[in-house]
């Protein structure tokens, strides 16, 4: 079992910046892909952003440019970060860690963070 611990969201003005964390219990050989993803209130949960194992990264297009995600290695632990600037009130939606892992691919999820951008 594989457990996520997110943290960084909050409330901000359009413009500004925030960090969200996720630090997973995996040691980085078992991880296939780790990611954020986001869902604002009546909308489908979307991705914003994934780091592969060996570093590759994948942006949704409504953030490239102005998110980064990167990836801190320890030895049982993983933490990813997704850097967001230049913030958008369509930003505002709750954002979701997920990390893929083992041979069969299997699916974690953290518990959420809210990131709330004010005009």
């Known amino acids: 079992q594989v457990q996520l611990v997110e943290s960084g969201g909050g409330l901000v003005q359009a413009g500004g910046s925030l960090r969200l964390s996720c630090a997973a219990s995996?040691?980085?050989?078992?991880?296939?892909?780790m990611g954020w993803y986001r869902q604002a209130p009546g909308k489908q949960r979307d991705l914003v952003a994934t780091?592969?194992?060996?570093?590759?990264?994948?942006?949704a297009a409504s953030v490239r440019g102005r998110f980064t995600i990167s990836r801190d290695n320890a030895k049982n632990t993983v933490t990813v970060y997704l850097q967001m600037n230049s913030l958008k009130p369509e930003d505002t939606a709750v954002y979701y860690c997920?990390?893929?892992?083992?041979?069969?691919?299997?699916?974690?999820w953290g518990q959420g963070t809210q990131v709330t951008v004010s005009s």
């Open positions: 780091i592969s194992r060996g570093g590759l990264t994948n942006y």
């Open positions: 997920k990390s893929t892992v083992g041979t069969w691919g299997s699916d974690y």
């Open positions: 995996v040691s980085i050989s078992s991880i296939v892909v």
